[in-house]
């Protein structure tokens, strides 16, 4: 399922099937907010909708709020973006649409998204084990008295 949003019409979502659809339409709903208004629960209320139906709308419900991450709409990007610079890179010099340089700012871009998306906050080096409160004070007491001798 590609960007659907709440106002994206039910007939041009993939997961339902036609009899779905049509069942649906002739109920009123018409887009995936009017499925969500209406209550995924009362499916089964709809005159031509069953189990199958049913099961159809959750299966939609669950792929839109997954995809509301806003991380699948950067991975979305990334992808468009590589697949506009495959077929760029598969034209002859005087066939390509884009603008000369346009292509090195789209692989910046690229990296850049991917730095963001790879991102991995751990640390890599494994340094010094952290010190606890009591090694703490106890060298600052020790500190402490050294000054004082």
Known sequence: MKFCTLETPIIDCPVLSRRTKGALYRSGLRTIQDILNFGPENILNIHNAGRVASAEVQELITKFKVQQNEYFYLEEVRSILKNVLARE???????EHLVPGTSDVIEEIILMLEEQLDYDPTPNEPGEPPITAAEMHTAAWKEHQEMHR
């Open 89 to 95: 890179s598969k034209r002859h010099m005087m066939d």
